[in-house]
T-cell receptor
Framework: DVKVTQSSRYLVKRTGEKVFLECVQD?????MFWYRQDPGLGLRLIYF???????EKGDIPEGYSVSREKKERFSLILESASTNQTSMYLC??????????????FGPGTRLTVL | AQSVAQPEDQVNVAEGNPLTVKCTYS??????LFWYVQYPNRGLQFLLK??????LVKGSYGFEAEFNKSQTSFHLKKPSALVSDSALYFC???????????FGKGTRLHILP
């Protein structure tokens, strides 16, 4: 079974702090994604990555950056956390484009609270 | 641009009754369609997908979905609801030319005992 893990289930940070959210997958997937989930807004894509050192902005990249130094790990960085970044953050991965199923595999989520 | 709509924020169904959770989509190319379920304090779990072939797709936990190209819909269905089906359900679509997937806003399903 594909396993996607996220470093923390719950995280509380203060305004202005630098925050790192880590995601690791064990299926050698090329594609990895970071979403945030907010009530009434569904899932919104922040960033995604097709390969090591490769990243693309999603729908709401402002205030975030990412790092993909190794294939299995995709990090989301909040350079200076703000209260409007309080949310549930979900990481996902998929096999490469040519693979027909294209099912996304999700981690358990990190609930971040910024005070 | 691709998009997906779940017109109902919440659906209430009595246990044992059939349930339907609605989803409509818009894509430029051929659609890949997905349903995911999220239980409280958990990540999303894959339920079923339509890629090609039969319009009726069967998935996990007794759920099925019907792809209707003319109505651009992919409604999730189950013949007899269980209380344990209560969760948040997300429909998602991907254009066959793009790796980017778009999720609906989610529909909260309440199964009443």
């Amino acid at each position: 079974d594909v396993k996607v893990t996220q470093s923390s289930r719950y995280l509380v940070k203060r305004t202005g702090e630098k925050v790192f959210l880590e995601c690791v997958q064990d299926m050698d997937h090329e594609n990895m994604f970071w979403y945030r989930q907010d009530p009434g807004l569904g899932l919104r894509l922040i960033y995604f990555s097709y390969d090591v050192k490769m990243k693309e902005k999603g729908d709401i990249p402002e205030g975030y950056s990412v790092s993909r130094e190794k294939k299995e790990r995709f990090s989301l960085i909040l350079e200076s956390a703000s209260t409007n970044q309080t949310s549930m953050y979900l990481c996902a991965s998929t096999p490469p484009t040519g693979f027909l199923s294209k099912t996304q595999y999700f981690g358990p989520g990190t609930r971040l609270t910024v005070l | 641009a691709q998009s997906v709509a779940q017109p109902e924020d919440q659906v209430n169904v009595a246990e044992g009754n059939p349930l339907t959770v609605k989803c409509t989509y818009s894509v430029s190319g051929n659609p890949y369609l997905f349903w995911y379920v999220q239980y409280p304090n958990r990540g999303l779990q894959f339920l079923l997908k339509y890629i090609t072939g039969d319009n009726l797709v069967k998935g996990s936990y007794g759920f099925e979905a019907e792809f209707n190209k003319s109505q651009t819909s992919f409604h999730l269905k189950k013949p007899s609801a269980l209380v344990s089906d209560s969760a948040l359900y997300f429909c998602a679509v991907r254009d066959d030319r793009d790796d980017k997937i778009i999720f609906g806003k989610g529909t909260r399903l309440h199964i009443l005992p």
